[in-house]
């Protein structure tokens, strides 16, 4: 098979996908996946989330570690907390930085980017083009 016959072969596939399913390549943030050592935590699937939340290393682990209220480091490709968590808990602070700095709130996409002005940050949605300001919850 030449690639023009491939790709028309993928085209017919894509066309019987019923639209509202090609729409949901929902977005869904991947469950943390933890390894406890010694009392400490380790997140070892970090990779994964902030590849699916298209945020910055740096600026996820400040805010996940203030709400987490520990202290932590990049270790390779995981993430080490100092303490014992349960993933729930670190799902949830996931699920919240998400909903404050990646989901529009007008119309729930994450194609949105920080930016800054001054001060103050904005979450600037590039699907809907809505603008807001980033409060913290
Ligand atoms: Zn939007």
Redesign the pocket.
């Known amino acids: 098979m030449d690639l023009y016959d491939y790709k028309k072969l993928l085209d017919k596939v894509y066309e019987k996908i019923p639209e509202n399913v090609k729409q949901s390549a929902r977005f869904e943030i991947p469950k943390v996946e933890i390894r406890i050592e010694s009392k400490n935590t380790f997140i070892t699937n970090l990779n994964k989330i902030l590849n699916t939340l298209n945020r910055d290393k740096k600026h996820f682990m400040g805010i996940f570690l203030k709400k987490a209220g520990t202290m932590g480091e990049i270790r390779g490709q995981q993430l080490f907390l100092k303490g014992q968590y349960k993933e729930q808990v670190l799902n949830r602070l996931i699920e919240n930085y998400t909903k404050t700095y990646v989901l ?6 994450p ?2 980017q920080i930016q800054r002005e001054g001060k103050k940050y904005y979450l600037k ?6 603008r807001q300001e980033i409060k913290e919850k």
């Open positions: 529009c709130n007008i119309c729930n996409k194609d949105t949605c590039t699907a809907c083009g809505a």
